[in-house]
């Protein structure tokens, strides 16, 4: 629930106006539940008081369905907790362009970005989402985290090393690796 307020306090700052929150799902088969691992959507629904739906992957074929109403000519803003390479939202905002006649989809809400930072980190995701017509809005990247939990010491001078070698940081080396003060 406190990430829920965090989000929908996140998204109200942001400015953004939209008829209908989007949350993005997985299901494994056509006859399968679908998996909603942080239920995030329906809350910020509630706390928002914005209408929902679900665009939903059907992982056995690649399809996607929509589970939920949505109406001709809505605004609409997509929630997904993490952009790893923004292909979700990017389907999603393809599926629903398709789907629904004048539909708005121009902006995303995520809690992390953790696009490898090899390929432009948080700035090369908000291009590649621009390239499709998408605002991203994160409230944080993976750098960015790094260095925070650096700084509040939840990480080791040693657990930073390791951490600045992951594929997605690596070429970042965060701030509290350049800056001895932090130490």
């Known amino acids: 629930m406190e990430l829920s307020k965090l989000m929908a306090n996140f998204i109200k700052a942001s400015g953004v106006t939209f008829d209908r929150l989007i949350g993005i799902g997985s299901r494994p088969d056509w006859g399968k539940p ?51 390479t ?48 998408i605002e991203l809005h994160t409230i944080i990247d993976n750098v960015g985290l790094v260095n925070m939990l650096y700084k509040r010491r939840y990480l080791t001078s040693g657990q930073l090393q390791r951490v600045s070698k992951d594929e997605d940081l690596q070429g970042s080396l965060p701030v509290a690796l350049k800056n001895p003060s932090w130490r």
């Open 34 to 84: 679908t998996i909603e691992k942080y239920w995030i959507v329906p809350l910020l629904s509630g706390i928002l008081k914005k209408p929902y739906a679900m665009v939903i992957e059907i992982t056995s074929t690649g399809e996607l369905t929509c589970e939920g109403e949505i109406k001709d000519g809505e605004t609409v803003a997509i929630i997904d907790d993490v952009l790893t």
């Open 86 to 133: 923004g292909k979700s939202i990017i389907n999603a905002a393809k599926y629903l362009r398709e789907k629904y006649k004048n539909i708005k989809v121009s902006h995303a809400f995520t809690f992390l970005t953790r696009f490898p930072y090899k390929m432009g980190g948080l700035e090369g995701a908000k291009r590649k989402l621009l390239d499709y017509g």
